[in-house]
């Protein structure tokens, strides 16, 4: 399996940015599909997942209501829109995936892209 992401970069705070992160390697509709980060100094932590179907969505508490996860199953594709972004949500962002079709934050991930930096200047 391999997991490529794109869209990150430079964004004033208050700003949008959306992440795409394409998939290969299996059936991608079947597995949920997660987005973490790592801030410097900070440890990797949980964003936001998605079941197989699209139908399951689960967020960190601080990105509620600022970050949406979607997936096209037909382009093996997740993004990760981000709105409002704030300083704190500066960090290198990566895409995950297990062997389970619904994922949350503590569900183990066997494969992760190589990540893109988001930069958020206050």
């Known amino acids: 399996v391999q997991l490529v992401e794109s869209g990150g970069g430079l964004v004033q705070a208050g700003g949008s940015l959306r992440l795409s992160c394409a998939a290969s390697g299996r059936t991608f509709s079947i597995y949920a599909m997660s987005w973490f980060r790592r801030a410097p100094g900070k440890e990797r932590e949980f964003v936001a997942s998605i079941s197989g179907s699209g139908i399951s969505t689960y967020y960190t508490d601080s990105v509620k209501g600022r970050f949406t996860i979607s997936r096209d199953n037909a382009k093996n594709t997740v993004y990760l829109q981000m709105n409002s972004l704030k300083p704190e949500d500066t960090a290198v962002y990566y895409c995950?995936?297990?062997?389970?079709?619904?994922?949350?934050?503590?569900?183990?991930?066997?494969?992760w892209g190589q990540g893109t930096q988001v930069t958020v200047s206050s």
């Open positions: 995950a995936t297990g062997v389970s079709s619904v994922a949350v934050a503590t569900t183990p991930m066997s494969f």
